[in-house]
């Protein structure tokens, strides 16, 4: 029966009324318009493309104002024309309830705020309008009530569907109520036409017209900026300008629109969020609703824990586009409260809470295992899956026997504390309660052989758990026989063959162990990977429009991590004289944590020293650094300051003419003497002069580097003939620069070539276009290879145990004399007469902003010195007492130094390292590969050939088990012959003899042929022959495979430096792009280049075998 709301209602009437009031407001816009346009572009007047932004902002709201209500029209109509039951007719109210809510707003805003209601309001005064309009409270009511809309969407949606079909095909009314005309037409167009609606239509409306609140005033905000960019500049309020500033008057425009973004933009993003939380709870009970899984809670739960356990969360299986996993924690949410009110509700603010029953132990458990704290309810409490507590949920699962809290547990995520292993038992525990009826009582089995396929995808990327898998669904387990034995018959082989895939993990152990390892890599180059990764991840959260809370938190990883690898662990001195020195414990908890991620779980991190000072990715990006730090802020240190400083150092050296003349001759590129010193800096300086070095660089700049390393000689020079008279004399005294320097010469360097800058050895693969080698070799020694770290048995030696502490520094020299002897002349400047005094040590930021690019500029010319030697004599204690007086300058460190204020150079040069670490991993991982797969490999075919050797004489003897009297005699003896022939090789095969099990094969066959003959009865082979040729067969193919293998290897190693350069050659360079946030996203990360790799290598493991040595140095050439 029809309903009596149309009662003196007329829909048509109702919709001419909204058209008629929004062409009229439509008309009053597009007038103010066109009069606006007259004066657009002259002076102190926007221009046409503000003027058409700032009409859409203002047309947009009344359009959709407009749909709201020929929305409520509608729905009105369809009731009134509907047999619709009593609570779809409570739906819709409730629903025009929101719309006339909605509709109040928007009349109130606009009584409040009118933005066009003449044709002499200016564009100007309407911005500032809206700006008045997005800070009135009743805006944010109003964008909440739009959004509120959208949670009824898809029930009216529902109802519509129901009856909408019907009306469109015989109820005139209805059909007049949904054609209306054209609205994005202009009302003058005398050939405007009509549309006709759907309910779904329009109910769509609230959700794509909330982002567009902030996208209207952002066309605006882009628009002024186009007008502001304009050349010749726009001649808009100049007169009110001083010159050369930016335009006040446009600046106040921006204001405008920032104050609307501010408003609208974080209020969307919170909206958005709700709505994708509201809808993934709609659509669980539409599907509960849409199962007719029954109506008892138990059924109920039943249900949702199927569905749960059904999206394989956080496997290889999951269901990742689907919307219930893309927001797990609100599906979670609304599953919790929808089938355990008991324990689970919302509060008034439709928030999840946990109730208090009865039992306090429980409600205390059930916060500990979702991680959520007890005291402060207050909070929003957020499931996330990956803090749940594992041994919780299992005591929790213990006491009640409720299968829900084994269910959260297989949600979680594989990590350091929930193992693949832990994974894999969760899902043999959720197989069993279905067993035991926990998750429902019917289709048990499917139920459990979903959790056999979990488990054997799980086990799929993580080997370690294929016989752990294998024991528990095996097709001769408890589970696995009850899974098979519940199928129908004709699928029960099919089953069967799934679930035995990993029977060859039983024999793995007792097969020879394979003597692959892991690949070890210094913690410098396990934090490069981290980065690297982290990075990936950061850009695809920043790019998929994510909670930014999530991105904030992604971007603060990635500085982190990036923080952690330049400064290490740090550690101070502790007493001079003391064998202690202070380890800051939370840099080593944060190395800890991050070196356990489950991404390293490939590589073996090793702490040992030699692992550390012999990590060339480490010594690589030092090197980067120091010149990219030159080259970036050169242009901070002023040629004149420079410039006295060289000439206060030489002054200094006042009688000593030899010394003075000496150092003349470096510079003038005349030195003919023997002095290793002295021709290491001549050949730097000849290197920048002749722009070999620092070619990017122009002439003031080059000068002012050579500037730099002049003043490093002459602080040398000055302390090497005047170090009596200097501050600071504990070259000689102090331990550090004493027995616990560390430092040992290596032997037989005398004719050892180095073309390699920085602290690159010269064994050490660089390509030769990069930064990090130059064109000829340096005098030798080249300081970065004639020394290394004492470790002398029994030995204490303070600064090498320092050095390594940190996990990331290498060792080149020890701790820095260069570095300590700029000190001393700079603390003699400090001390002296100030016109004696360069300038530089007027202040702590002085000393700082000279240190950095003294440090980049030596550290990229001799690699002498790591950062880590440059920087410490500022923390040593010395020094400080002797600069107390100039503020600031105890802060000074490697933080301050590389860290602060030099991102650009910084995350440059850390790219540059990722790619190249990701390139020289490649190439020792093949090398490793190489050497390792072919025994890797044995092992394992070894293991999979025994599983259907084993099968055959097992079935066989089943076989016989069932045959007559008559024909089982004879049987028998055969059976008693070939099992332990079998078993001998196997036992063979587990030794990897297999040219010995090939030939016990042959014997047991020629045996069989000789003692029964190989044709039976009726012409075809006997059984127990045709077993036993089979099993000849599956040993004989095996041997062919590891013949194979062998014969390639000379034709796999000629083509690693061939792929090696194709890899090179696939890598984009990489851009800054922010420097802000201390992160340079890449168009080609490392996983995927690593993902590439791996396809490639597993295309020729089957030919390798061995290793073919190769020179390291040849690399640098592939390169």
């Known amino acids: 029966m029809p309903k009596k709301r149309l009662n003196n209602y007329f829909p048509n009437q109702e919709k001419q009324r909204i058209q008629g009031a929004l062409d009229q407001k439509l008309l009053q816009i597009e007038e103010w318009g066109r009069e606006q346009l007259k004066t657009a572009g002259k002076k102190n007047h926007l221009s046409s493309g503000v003027i058409h932004a700032v009409k859409e902002a203002v047309v947009v709201p009344e359009r959709v104002n407009a749909d709201m209500q020929h929305l409520k029209n509608m729905l009105i109509t369809l009731s009134g024309n509907s047999p619709i039951t009593d609570n779809e007719e409570k739906i819709i109210d409730k629903y025009i309830e929101k719309i006339d809510k909605l509709l109040g707003l928007y009349a109130d805003l606009n009584e409040h705020h009118p933005l066009i209601n003449d044709n002499n309001i200016s564009p100007e005064e309407v911005i500032l309008g809206l700006n008045q309009k997005y800070n009135d409270p009743q805006f944010y009511e109003m964008m909440e009530t739009l959004a509120s809309l959208e949670f009824d969407k898809e029930r009216i949606n529902s109802i519509a569907a129901k009856y909408e079909d019907a009306l469109k095909r015989k109820n005139a009314a209805y059909n007049e109520a949904r054609t209306i005309l054209t609205p994005m037409s202009n009302p003058e167009n005398p050939a405007r036409g009509t549309q006709t609606r759907d309910i779904a239509f329009l109910t769509s409306m609230p959700m794509q017209n909330l982002p567009r609140v902030s996208m209207v005033i952002r066309a605006i905000d882009d628009q002024i900026k186009k007008f502001r960019d304009t050349d010749p500049a726009p001649d808009y309020h100049v007169e009110q300008q001083a010159p050369n500033t930016p335009n006040a008057a446009i600046a106040d425009l921006f204001t405008q629109t920032a104050g609307c973004l501010e408003r609208s933009g974080p209020k969307n993003s919170e909206l958005q969020k709700k709505i994708g939380e509201k809808t993934v709870a709609n659509q669980t009970e539409a599907l509960y609703s849409s199962k007719g899984s029954g109506s008892s809670a138990e059924q109920k739960q039943a249900f949702f824990l199927r569905e749960i356990l059904n999206l394989n969360l956080n496997t290889p299986k999951a269901k990742s586009d689907e919307a219930r996993v893309k927001d797990f924690p609100a599906y979670l949410e609304a599953v919790l409260v929808k089938c355990y009110p008991e324990t689970f509700a919302l509060n008034a603010r439709e928030e999840l809470l946990i109730k208090a029953g009865a039992n306090a132990t429980n409600y205390i458990n059930i916060h500990n295992a979702l991680d959520v704290p007890i005291i402060g309810e207050t909070n929003k409490i957020k499931l996330n899956p990956a803090q749940f507590d594992a041994a919780m949920l299992d005591e929790l699962y213990n006491s009640e026997q409720n299968a829900l809290w084994l269910v959260l547990k297989s949600t979680k995520p594989i990590d350091a504390n929930f193992t693949a292993e832990n994974k894999v038992k969760t899902y043999i525990e959720l197989a069993q309660a279905y067993k035991a009826q926990k998750i429902g009582d019917t289709e048990k089995y499917l139920g459990a052989y979903n959790m056999a396929q979990a488990a054997l995808a799980i086990a799929q990327e993580h080997p370690e758990c294929q ?653």
């Open 467 to 1119: 016989e752990l898998v294998h024991n528990a669904f095996g097709p001769k387990s408890e589970l696995g026989q009850w899974i098979i034995s519940k199928h129908s018959k004709q699928d029960q082989a099919k089953i069967g063959e799934n679930l035995s895939q990993y029977a060859h993990a039983q024999y793995l152990k007792s097969v020879e162990p394979p003597t692959f390892k892991k690949q070890v890599i210094s913690p410098s180059q396990a934090l490069l990977l981290l980065i690297d990764h982290y990075q990936a991840q950061r850009d695809k959260l920043a790019a998929a429009n994510v909670d930014p809370e999530k991105v904030k938190a992604a971007v603060e990883k990635v500085a982190e991590l990036k923080k952690l690898y330049l400064l290490g662990v740090r550690v101070g001195e502790g007493q001079a004289t003391a064998r202690k020195f202070d380890v800051n414990e939370n840099d080593l908890k944060k190395m800890a944590h991050y070196l356990a991620d489950p991404y390293l779980s490939s590589y073996e991190v090793s702490k040992d020293k030699k692992i550390i000072n012999n990590d060339p990715s480490r010594r690589y990006f030092e090197t980067h650094l120091a010149y990219e730090t030159v080259k970036n802020q050169i242009d901070s240190m002023d040629k004149d300051l420079l410039q006295t400083h060289v000439n206060k150092l030489t002054e200094a050296l006042g009688s000593h003419e030899k010394e003075a003349e000496t150092c003349a001759k470096v510079f003038s590129n005349t030195y003919e003497g023997e002095s290793p010193l002295h021709k290491e800096y001549a050949n730097y300086i000849a290197k920048i002069t002749s722009k070999e070095l620092y070619s990017e660089l122009n002439d003031e700049q080059r000068e002012k580097v050579l500037l730099v390393v002049k003043s490093s000689l002459l602080g040398v020079a000055n302390a090497l003939v005047r170090g009596a008279e200097l501050p600071i004399n504990i070259y000689n005294s102090a331990p550090l620069y004493g027995n616990w320097r560390g430092k040992e010469s290596i032997k037989e360097q005398d004719k050892t070539a180095n073309a390699h800058m920085g602290l690159m050895k010269g064994y050490m693969p660089v390509a030769q276009d990069d930064i990090a080698t130059s064109t000829k070799s340096a005098p030798p020694v080249k300081p970065s290879d004639q020394a290394t770290y004492k470790e002398e048995k029994g030995e204490y030696i303070k600064w090498v145990e320092m050095n390594f502490a940190g996990l990331v520094h290498p060792f080149s020299n020890s701790i820095s004399g260069t570095m300590l002897c700029q000190l001393r002349n700079m603390a003699e400047q400090k001390n002296g007469d100030a016109t004696k005094a360069s300038g530089i040590t007027d202040s702590a930021f002085e000393i700082e902003k000279y240190a950095r690019v003294f440090i980049a500029a030596m550290l990229y010319g001799s690699g002498g010195h790591t950062l880590n030697e440059y920087s410490f004599p500022f923390q040593l204690e010395e020094v400080q007492n002797e600069f107390a007086g100039v503020d600031g300058f105890k802060n000074i460190n490697l933080e301050t130094l590389f860290l602060d204020n030099n991102d650009m150079a910084l995350n440059k040069a850390i790219n540059e390292a990722i790619t190249y670490n990701a390139h020289f991993l490649q190439k020792q991982r093949i090398n490793q590969d190489v050497k390792f797969v072919s025994s890797h490999h044995d092992k394992l075919e070894l293991a999979q050939a025994i599983v259907p050797v084993v099968q055959k004489i097992e079935k066989y003897e089943s076989d016989v088990e069932k045959m007559f009297f008559s024909q089982y005699r004879t049987a028998s003896e055969k059976v008693d012959i070939m099992k332990p022939a079998i078993e001998q090789i196997i036992d063979v095969l587990k030794e990897g003899k297999v040219k010995d099990a090939l030939e016990m094969s042959d014997r047991l066959m020629k045996r069989l042929e000789h003692d029964y003959g190989t044709k039976g009865f009726t012409g075809g082979e006997k059984k127990s022959y045709q077993i036993a040729k089979e099993i000849h067969e599956i040993i004989s193919e095996l041997d062919s495979k590891l013949l194979s293998r062998k014969e390639n290897i000379a034709s796999a190693n000629l083509s690693f430096k061939e792929r090696l350069q194709q890899f090179k050659a696939q890598e984009r360079p990489l851009e800054a792009i922010s420097e802000s946030e201390n992160a340079l996203p890449r168009g080609n990360h490392l996983s995927q280049v690593i993902s590439n790799f791996k396809v490639q290598i597993a295309q020729f493991k089957k030919e390798v075998n061995e290793h073919q040595e190769e020179e390291e140095n040849n690399w640098d050439r592939s390169l």
